[in-house]
């Protein structure tokens, strides 16, 4: 999930030739311009036409970087994912894991507006095709957040605990966003409801 208003920059390395620099650019760009399009005119409605005449591509250039329009939201996913992955790698192994996972959970969670999740949450579950990779999705940062655990708490004896954390972790992510889209009117943020049920698995531990 990225921020519809202000898109992340998945950042440049010294390294890089102006080949590969171009080719991220555009990458980016298409990316931007199709999420942009979806949140506007809707997932089903935008034609990968509409997003390359927009970008200023081909269709055919199109498919060089992204095989469909659901690739334009897993990428928007890795995003997001590589910058919670990122934080928590920087946290001091002195803390408890699942405390970690919380702090860094909430802290991006509460980057979005309750009008951008609602946004972003419509977006998602207006395709089939897209709720079907959605739980894909979260088997696949259940593996990625566990990885990152281990990377941090390197002790082979915490690996169960590591594993159950990561699994409690989406769990709890799952859990929070149903409940925010089932909330009465004034909606609480999802940051809220993160906290709330990190919260409730302590104190019930």
């Not at 060089?64 to 928590?88: A, C, G, H, N």
């Not at 702090?103 to 095709?129: C, F, G, P, W």
């Not at 699994?167 to 004034?186: C, D, T, Y």
């Amino acid at each position: 999930m990225s921020n519809p208003d202000r898109f992340p920059d998945t950042g440049t390395t010294s390294a890089e030739g102006l080949r590969e620099r171009k080719r991220r650019d555009t990458r980016q760009r298409i990316a931007e311009v199709g999420q942009r399009l979806f949140l506007v005119n809707g997932y089903e409605d935008t034609t990968l036409d509409a997003i390359a005449a927009e970008a200023g591509i081909s269709r055919r250039t199109f498919f060089s970087y992204f095989k469909s329009k659901d690739d334009i939201i897993l990428f928007w996913q890795q995003v997001d994912s590589e910058k919670l992955i990122d934080d928590l790698l920087n946290t001091s192994p002195d803390v408890s894991p699942l405390d970690a996972v919380r702090d860094v959970m909430i802290k991006h969670i509460a980057r979005y507006t309750t009008e951008q999740m609602i946004a972003v949450d419509n977006l998602m579950r207006s395709s089939a095709s897209l709720l079907a990779r959605k739980q894909a999705y979260y088997a696949e940062q259940e593996q990625v957040l566990f990885s990152a655990l281990c990377e941090v708490w390197r002790q082979p004896e915490r690996r169960a605990e590591l594993r159950m954390v990561a699994m409690v972790s989406i769990g709890i992510m799952r859990l929070s966003l149903q409940a925010w889209r089932e909330q009465a009117e004034p909606r609480k943020p999802v940051a809220t409801f993160l906290s709330d049920a990190f919260n409730s698995l302590k104190i019930n531990l």
